[in-house]
């Protein structure tokens, strides 16, 4: 039975013992059921959110996001240009644990409805880049996972075995798969602190001159080192703002240039799928494996034939384009140094449209008229989801070759040497 808010503020006085409770309310974070959650108003003006797991399987995620809150520490929340809600205090509640944590104002937008241009989606890239940019001593210190391009390679090959294992997924989209485990150049990029799979409810947003920026970030229980692509897998169900998203994320970030982070997320995504599969069938769920079985047929016939990675898919003068959009490297220095399996249907309806063709239809919106940027609100405490064609990340355009001009013999000479010494530099990087 599920806790009620009374009973969820008085554990919020045990948690704090120097405050009094003076406002309580219900607080709904489209977190699938998976927490009883409130929102309490102390005496000294302060708002928190209370929140403990419904069962046993919530309770380690629960946990994890209090570990992970304490490892942001004061210096390291200086690094961020958003807020991050911040632990107060743990309590018993029963046989579970009860985790209070301020409240953090704004609005979300759900993934389908996100505008693109700047605002929303420029700000999102922004939020990541600066995220991913964390020194990796902030997770090591604490003990978070750690992994490496070559573990969470591993991660993705194991899975795979688990997937082979049920005897119910697609034969083609298991060899889609096994080519992408296949194919180094797709494994080839930098660890990176990372939030473990966010999605459109993890940003917080407030308004800067009518345009919408992210302030606040939720949902921390995955921080740990990994892929970066992992937080990157959600924009599959936000086709309009995707492609500023990753402009955005590209253009502030001081990491060395990845260019087959997006080929990644797309592999993630589609992934998601195959966790459902597993899941419903360790489970003894057959619900769940016949549920899981129509969405990979439905993705099976949506990607068709084509490869997660194509064939020839970076070459020197596209690794030239990419270099082209990273901004110099200034006072910012080159960082050189798998997340939960939530099993979430709701969420897992995000990444299929009901037509194989088109993307679904408006979501309910009641804050539309509020929203800027033709962005469709959803209070803090309130976050919808809609479907979503994820073969929208197939028809993405290619980097093309920057051409360089010449104004004179010795700057042609000059800017000769420079292009035959970088095509050289690239070409070694490329075959490592």
């Known amino acids: 039975m599920a806790r009620s808010p009374l009973t969820l503020a008085?554990?919020?006085?045990?948690?704090?013992?120097?405050?009094?409770?003076?406002?309580?309310?219900?607080?709904t974070e489209g977190a699938a059921g998976r927490y009883d959650s409130a929102l309490a108003e102390l005496d000294d003006g302060r708002r928190v959110v209370v929140r403990a797991p419904v069962d046993a399987e919530a309770a380690p995620e629960l946990a994890a996001e209090a570990r992970a809150l304490r490892a942001l520490t004061p210096g390291v929340r200086g690094l961020l240009p958003f807020r991050a809600p911040e632990l107060l205090g743990e309590t018993g509640l029963g046989d579970a644990r009860a985790v209070v944590v301020d409240f953090l104002p704004g609005y979300r937008v759900d993934a389908a409805h996100l505008p693109p241009g700047r605002g929303a989606a420029s700000s999102i890239g922004e939020a990541l880049a600066a995220l991913h940019a964390l020194p990796l001593s902030i997770v090591r210190t604490e003990g978070l996972p750690f992994r490496t391009p070559a573990q969470v390679r591993e991660d993705v090959s194991r899975l795979?075995?688990?997937?082979?294992?049920?005897?119910?997924?697609?034969?083609?989209l298991l060899e889609r798969w096994r080519r992408a485990v296949q194919t180094d150049e797709l494994w080839r990029f930098e660890s990176a602190v990372v939030l473990g799979g966010a999605g459109a409810a993890?940003?917080?947003?407030?308004?800067?001159?009518?345009?919408?920026?992210?302030?606040?970030?939720?949902?921390?229980?995955?921080?740990?080192?990994?892929?970066?692509?992992?937080?990157?897998?959600?924009?599959?169900?936000?086709?309009?703002?995707?492609?500023?998203?990753?402009?955005?994320?590209?253009?502030?970030?001081?990491?060395?240039?990845?260019?087959?982070?997006?080929?990644?997320?797309?592999?993630?995504?589609?992934?998601?799928?195959?966790?459902w599969l597993v899941h419903g069938a360790e489970a003894g769920r057959e619900d769940i494996r016949e549920d899981a079985v129509a969405l990979l047929e439905s993705l099976a016939a949506g990607v068709r034939d084509d490869n997660i990675v194509p064939d020839a898919a970076l070459g020197?003068?596209?690794?030239?384009?990419?270099?082209?959009?990273?901004p110099d490297a200034q006072s910012t220095p080159v960082d050189t140094s798998m997340h939960t399996d939530a099993y979430d249907p709701e969420e897992l309806a995000l990444w299929l449209s009901a037509d194989e063709d088109d993307i679904a239809g408006d979501g309910p919106g009641e804050d539309a008229d509020a929203a800027p940027a033709n962005a469709q609100r959803r209070p803090h405490d309130d976050v919808s989801t809609a479907p979503v064609d994820i073969s929208m990340w197939a028809q993405r355009p290619q980097p093309a070759a920057q051409a360089n001009g010449t104004t004179g013999a010795e700057t042609g000479d000059a800017q000769a040497d420079a292009e035959r010494s970088s095509d050289a530099a690239l070409r070694r990087w490329l075959s490592d």
């Open 10 to 27: 008085a554990s919020v006085t045990s948690a704090l013992p120097r405050v009094g409770v003076v406002g309580v309310g219900i607080l």
């Open 160 to 172: 795979l075995d688990r997937v082979e294992s049920t005897r119910s997924a697609p034969h083609r």
């Open 202 to 275: 993890s940003f917080l947003f407030e308004d800067e001159d009518a345009v919408p920026v992210v302030t606040g970030v939720l949902e921390w229980h995955g921080l740990s080192v990994g892929d970066p692509a992992t937080d990157l897998q959600w924009l599959a169900s936000a086709p309009a703002a995707a492609e500023d998203v990753y402009l955005a994320y590209v253009s502030h970030s001081g990491r060395a240039p990845d260019a087959l982070v997006r080929e990644r997320a797309r592999l993630y995504a589609e992934l998601e799928f195959a966790k």
């Open 316 to 326: 020197v003068d596209d690794a030239i384009a990419l270099l082209d959009r990273v």
